[in-house]
């Protein structure tokens, strides 16, 4: 059984950095895609980054600049790294798993985080 599970989220300060992990179950990591997904209260569910099964990784342009991504295969995690969080960056955050054979797809259940100004 397939399981993400997110950790992380909380109110900081503008100009703060938070880290974000999803902890994975049931899964290779090398076999797949994994995303951070965010969305705020009336918006729709937007890209924040994208990391592929070869390492190379791509951000929505909200956050290029400011967010990494990685992945840990060995201790099955992937993470977000978020510097410079501004107000606008509030939102829940979701981790995303595309299974590269089965096109499967797979959400945590979110984690908030809240950025004061």
């Known amino acids: 059984q397939v399981q993400l599970v997110e950790s992380g989220g909380g109110l900081v300060q503008a100009g703060d950095s938070l880290r974000l992990s999803c902890g994975t179950s049931?899964?290779?990591?090398?076999?797949?895609?994994m995303a951070w997904f965010r969305q705020a209260p009336g918006k729709e569910r937007e890209l924040v980054a994208r990391i592929f099964s070869d390492g190379s990784t791509n951000f929505g342009d909200s956050v290029k600049g400011r967010f990494t991504i990685s992945a840990d295969h060995a201790k099955k995690m992937v993470y977000l790294r978020m510097n410079s969080l501004k107000p606008e960056d509030t939102a829940v955050y979701y981790c995303?798993?595309?299974?590269?054979?089965?096109?499967?797809?797979?959400w945590g259940q979110g984690t908030q985080v809240t950025v004061s100004s």
């Open positions: 995303h798993v595309v299974q590269i054979v089965t096109r499967k797809e797979y």
């Open positions: 049931g899964l290779t990591l090398s076999y797949q895609n």
